[in-house]
């Protein structure tokens, strides 16, 4: 049971979630969403304006997925591992209805057979399972706008990344940043476009666990079925997953 626990908690840092109840929460970071004075933000418009596919990997795991912002659509998958278990969650948005499956952990509802309808008026934590964050799965739009130093060769970008105005980057949350203490708020990162100024990819050389995300197809459709047979998720699940 330790290790599903273990387990569990990486899953929650890499979806982006806090943990703990609403007394123990680190303090919120300053993270503002307006584009960095930089350039770099020019790469992100293509991601409102239609889909693409996105994978983020840290030495936890991985979240993979596809969205369409215009269409309310989101596909995506978090896998992760620890202490030699597994445990993976798919998680489905369609026209604001949000449906989860899981697998991998010996409890009930990890059997990877259900598919479970998320109650959306439940989920109080922003960016639980990429939901709320449907906009913007990955984060990548606060990372942006916390950069600084930044400068472009080619279709290259480098500089730092003030790591305290940004809410989570893959398992990076709040009390890790509080660990790295000053070290945090000039983070390396280095990021490409391709030859539309579209960002393809974004590493932050977090210590000790470097995070890396890449963006492909855009323009690709994303389609997506809402589970005919889905039951609603059960209450214990909804603290058990940070919603």
Not at 226 to 237: G, I, Q, T, Y
Request: with cysteine; glycine share 10%.
């Amino acid at each position: 049971m330790r290790t599903a626990l273990v387990t569990l908690v990486a899953l929650i840092a890499l979806t982006g979630c806090s943990i703990g109840g609403k007394d123990d929460e680190p303090p919120k970071p300053t993270a503002s969403a307006v584009p960095s004075p930089t350039g770099l933000a020019t790469s992100l418009r293509a991601f409102s304006i239609g889909s693409y596919r996105f994978k983020v990997v840290a030495k936890e795991g991985s979240y993979t997925g596809a969205i369409d912002p215009v269409a309310g659509m989101l596909d995506a998958s978090v896998s992760v591992r620890s202490d030699g278990a597994s445990l993976k969650i798919d998680t489905i948005g369609v026209h604001g209805s949000a449906y989860t499956r899981l697998t991998g952990l010996p409890l009930p509802g990890f059997d990877g057979n259900t598919w479970f309808r998320v109650d959306q008026a439940r989920v109080t934590r922003p960016g639980a399972l990429g939901l709320s964050a449907i906009a913007d799965p990955t984060g990548v739009q606060a990372l942006v706008a916390a950069t600084h130093d930044v400068r472009r060769s080619g279709g290259t970008y480098s500089g730092t990344v003030d790591m305290t105005r940004v809410n989570a980057w893959g398992p990076v949350d709040i009390a890790r940043v509080v660990q790295l203490g000053a070290v945090a708020r000039a983070v390396p990162f280095e990021a490409t476009v391709d030859g539309q100024d579209r960002l393809l990819t974004m590493k932050v050389n977090i210590p000790d666990n470097p995070v890396e995300a890449a963006y492909s197809d855009f323009g690709s459709p994303v389609t997506v079925t809402a589970p005919s047979s889905a039951e609603p998720l059960p209450d214990h699940l909804y603290g058990m997953l940070g919603l």
